[in-house]
């Protein structure tokens, strides 16, 4: 997995191992109906969010800088609680260890 990079970072890594351009200009979908993409669904650009991740993650911004950059504020703030309430996916789940008495 190429986890912590963006969708236009790993475009960007594609076109440099030489992936075919039909594949890396493939709308992304979970192809969950016919015509359905991502974008679509979400109600914006991964160019955008990307930038927006950029300033808003590496960046540290605060969504008053965010927006002083130019970033509409509905979109940081959207952008932003989207972050929160998925955060858990990030996480990895607990296991729970078994000691050796107990194994069967």
């Given at each position: 997995?190429?986890?912590?990079?963006y969708?236009?970072?790993?475009w960007?890594l594609?076109?440099?191992?030489?992936?075919?351009?039909?594949?890396?200009?493939?709308k992304?979908?979970?192809?969950?109906?016919?015509?359905q993409?991502?974008?679509?669904?979400?109600?914006?650009?991964?160019?955008?969010?990307d930038?927006?991740f950029?300033?808003m993650?590496?960046?540290?911004?605060?969504?008053?800088?965010?927006?002083?950059?130019?970033?509409d504020?509905?979109?940081?703030?959207?952008?932003?609680?989207?972050?929160?309430?998925?955060?858990?996916?990030r996480?990895?789940?607990?296991?729970?260890?078994?000691?050796?008495?107990?194994?069967?």
């Amino acid at each position: 997995p190429l986890g912590d990079l963006y969708k236009t970072q790993v475009w960007g890594l594609a076109k440099e191992l030489g992936i075919p351009e039909n594949i890396i200009s493939k709308k992304p979908t979970a192809d969950l109906w016919e015509g359905q993409t991502d974008e679509a669904e979400l109600g914006f650009l991964y160019q955008d969010v990307d930038k927006l991740f950029f300033e808003m993650i590496d960046n540290a911004l605060t969504n008053n800088e965010l927006v002083k950059l130019g970033f509409d504020k509905d979109f940081v703030v959207n952008i932003r609680n989207r972050i929160r309430s998925n955060e858990f996916k990030r996480r990895l789940p607990l296991i729970a260890i078994i000691p050796r008495e107990l194994r069967a």
